[in-house]
């Protein structure tokens, strides 16, 4: 299977910074979705993104699909903020988890 | 329009009792998935199913594990014989006939074996 690789593992920002996480990915794949797991282990659609350029509030992301990574950026961190952010790429029927970087966002 | 849901939220049971897991996908939606997420791990890939038919099972476990997603009613994830390995939170996603590159998540299963 595809291999999906995320950084940093772990990030500590205080309240108002900014941040990128990066996703990468070993083979091409259909698509892509970053997801916001809140403490409360729900998982949230961020960004459906197989490539380009989104921006949606405080939030964006950029695939660069030939190149095999995608980005979030998060700017003005809030502590709502806080969790675990995943990317998942498609191929074939089904995706393939990253295995997440933990956001901690302190006031 | 609801969104995936999931029952029950949360389930306990004790080694070598059966576990049924429900999902309904939303509204209009007729592709499955389930994923498990053992703790401080991403989640991971089960079965894909369609009405009635199982597309993908790769991931699923060949013994213990079946899943089902009957014309009427919700998706099944069945585990019998559970084991304390099984504990683990299990999420359902559906997507739409003609999207179905973009999944929407359940709020999970959080499956305890004593």
């Known amino acids: 299977g595809i291999q999906v690789e995320q950084s940093p593992p772990d990030l500590i920002l205080q309240e108002g910074a900014n941040s990128t996480l990066r996703c990468n990915f070993s083979d091409s794949v259909n698509n892509l979705q970053w997801f916001h797991q809140n403490p409360w282990g729900q998982l949230i659609n961020l960004f459906y993104i197989p490539s380009g350029t989104k921006q949606n509030g405080r939030l964006s992301a950029t695939t660069v699909a030939t190149e095999r990574y995608s980005l979030l950026y998060i700017s003005s961190s809030q502590t709502t903020d806080s969790g675990v952010y995943f990317c998942?790429?498609?191929?074939?029927?089904?995706?393939?988890f990253g295995t997440g970087t933990s956001l901690t966002v302190i006031p | 329009n609801a969104g995936v849901m999931q029952n029950p939220r949360h389930l306990v049971r004790r080694r070598g009792q059966e576990a049924r897991l429900r999902c309904s996908p939303m509204?209009?939606?007729?592709?499955v998935y389930w994923y498990r997420q053992l703790p401080e791990e991403g989640l991971k890939f089960m079965v894909y199913?369609?009405?009635?038919?199982?597309?993908?099972e790769s991931g699923m476990p060949k013994e213990r594990f079946s899943a089902e997603f009957p014309k009427e009613g919700p998706s099944i994830l069945r585990i019998q014989q559970v084991v304390r390995g099984d504990s683990a939170a299990y999420f359902c996603a559906s997507s739409h006939l003609a999207l179905k590159e973009t999944q929407y998540f359940g709020p999970g299963t959080r499956l305890l074996v004593l």
């Open positions: 199913l369609q009405k009635e038919n199982i597309i993908d």
């Open positions: 998942a790429v498609e191929a074939g029927n089904q995706f393939y």
């Open positions: 509204k209009g939606h007729s592709h």
